[in-house]
């Protein structure tokens, strides 16, 4: 998982390397690895997929903010 400061906020992303879709799945406890995906997805509605030369990227779409 990176995260960028930008001049409206934070861009957050979990980046791959396989061709196929993620699925969001409870991360395994003793895992290393495996929760940028799951954390992402309690943070937005809807994950965006952007394909990359190898593999993908998945951000959040921000939730509305009211204001």
Known sequence: MKALRVPDGVLVGVTDFE??????KDPD?????????????CLADEL???????????????????R
Do not use: M, N
């Not at 061709?19 to 969001?24: C, E, F, K, R, Y």
């Not at 406890?29 to 997805?41: K, N, Y």
């Not at 394909?51 to 903010?65: D, T």
């Open 19 to 24: 061709d196929t879709l993620p699925a969001v």
């Open 29 to 41: 406890e003793d895992a290393e690895g495996g929760r940028g995906l799951f954390l992402l997805s």
């Open 48 to 66: 965006q997929t952007q394909p990359l030369l190898k593999g993908k990227c998945q951000r959040p779409r921000s939730r509305s903010r009211g």
